[in-house]
Nanobody, 126 residues
């Protein structure tokens, strides 16, 4: 069992930056594929970014590629999402997720993940 706790959300003006963190409990964090998803009001949860267990593979949604960066520190049991050049359309609740996939890979669908955090709100104003 893994517990995930996101932090770092808030209100920022368009063009600004935020860094989200997701702290995981347990001693097997380095074995999990980690992902970030977001959900805006009245919309489905969508993939944002993912990172493999060993930091070697990352993948981004087209809408955030070049602006967001995912990273992880396995020694700290933490995954990060650096968000730059934020736009109003980035406004959403952001969730981190962990997958027990045994493969060194990234996953882009919600059903690939086994554990979810409670989410953190990101609001980008004009």
């Amino acid at each position: 069992q893994v517990q995930l706790v996101e932090s770092g959300g808030g209100l920022v003006q368009a063009g600004g930056s935020l860094r989200l963190s997701c702290a995981a409990s347990g001693r097997t964090f380095s074995s999990y594929v980690m992902g970030w998803f977001r959900q805006a009001p009245a919309k489905e949860r969508e993939f944002v970014a993912a990172i493999s267990q060993n930091n070697k593979i990352t993948h981004y949604a087209d809408s955030v590629r070049g602006r967001f960066a995912v990273s992880r520190d396995n020694a700290k049991n933490t995954v990060y999402l650096q968000m730059n050049s934020l736009k109003p359309e980035d406004t959403a609740v952001y969730y981190c997720a962990a997958s027990r996939s045994p493969y060194s890979t990234v996953l882009v669908t919600t059903n690939g993940y086994d554990y979810w955090g409670q989410g953190t709100q990101v609001t980008v104003s004009l």
